[in-house]
């Protein structure tokens, strides 16, 4: 096979995109025609190129320091029946699932829900409005009395971001909710990562909700583009619900993402875009600026 001679093309610029697509718009500013803001107020332009991430060595250094991880796929099951919990906890397991979430009141019937199930091998986790008894339990506890900070749904990135590390400080896990924008998402958990790095909490769990949309269509496209951008991004695990509440698909697209992408491990696939790194740059910097 003949050996690429990319020398053959042509070099490229900000400036010289900036000429064509002046003549395209003739003659309106690109700068002012082309650009637009996302869900964090934040301006994005048409265009990125090295220019734009000559100053980000900090974020360079930081992400090629630290460990990759292997992501997990967890399952949310809420616990009213013993036996019928403990149904769809196996079959969540057999699946492919890493982890279930129990959404659980009574811890007396929290023992016969995980009959069967060998707790040394998966994450089990716990979500509950009051105390429940945990021993035995290897994933994070309690979302409202426990060691796990549960953010709810917030819309506003920087909000999210925010709340993230402003209230973190005494938990091990995170429980957030992704963005339906998929670079977004992939810069909001970036940033994440690195204001939690500056505070000496790498080791943070990041766990990520795929939201609900109200159109059951829509939702086939979501879990996949969410779900990739939430691991591209470094979410510790990810939970993929549908619209129709069926569990088998939501494994299904798991397991293909992880089997068949081969991104089945986080090592920051996305240092080099331009875009992503700008905008990451730009998430940190807005945050930063709101702590203060």
């Not at 089990?124 to 994070?140: A, C, Q, Y």
């Not at 795929?210 to 979501?222: A, D, G, N, P």
């Amino acid at each position: 096979m003949k050996e690429l001679n990319l020398n053959i093309f042509p070099s490229v610029s900000k400036e010289k995109w900036k000429q064509l697509a002046e003549k395209q718009l003739k003659g309106a500013d690109p700068s002012a025609k082309l650009t637009w803001l996302n869900a964090a107020k934040i301006e994005i332009e048409a265009y990125y190129d090295q220019e734009d991430t000559a100053n980000l060595k900090y974020l360079h250094d930081f992400f090629s320091q630290i460990n990759s991880h292997k992501w997990k796929l967890y399952e949310e099951v809420q616990v009213l029946n013993a036996k019928q919990a403990n149904e769809k906890i196996l079959k969540a397991l057999m699946g492919g699932c890493d982890g279930i979430i129990l959404k659980v009141e009574d811890d007396q019937i929290l023992g016969p829900a995980l009959e069967g199930v060998d707790r040394t091998i998966c994450d089990i986790s716990l979500i509950s409005s009051k105390e429940v008894d945990s021993v035995g339990l290897n994933g994070f506890k309690n979302t409202v009395n426990g060691n796990c900070l549960y953010l709810g749904q917030k819309d506003d990135p920087i909000d999210q971001l925010v709340s993230s590390v402003s209230k973190i400080s005494n938990h091990s896990y995170l429980y957030r909710y992704a963005f339906k924008d998929f670079f977004l998402e992939i810069a909001s958990i970036r940033a994440l990562r690195f204001l939690l790095g500056t505070k000496g909490l790498s080791n943070i769990h990041i766990h990520t909700q795929i939201r609900i949309h109200e159109s059951t269509e829509h939702q086939w496209f979501l879990n996949t583009s969410s779900a990739i951008a939430s691991i591209l991004g470094g979410s510790h695990s990810i939970d993929l619900p549908t619209a129709m509440g069926d569990s088998r698909i939501s494994r299904n697209v798991g397991n293909l993402i992880r089997e068949e992408s081969g991104i089945n491990e986080y090592s920051d696939q996305c240092r080099g875009s331009f875009y992503i790194e700008a905008l990451t740059d730009k998430i940190v910097n807005e945050v930063n600026s709101k702590l203060k």
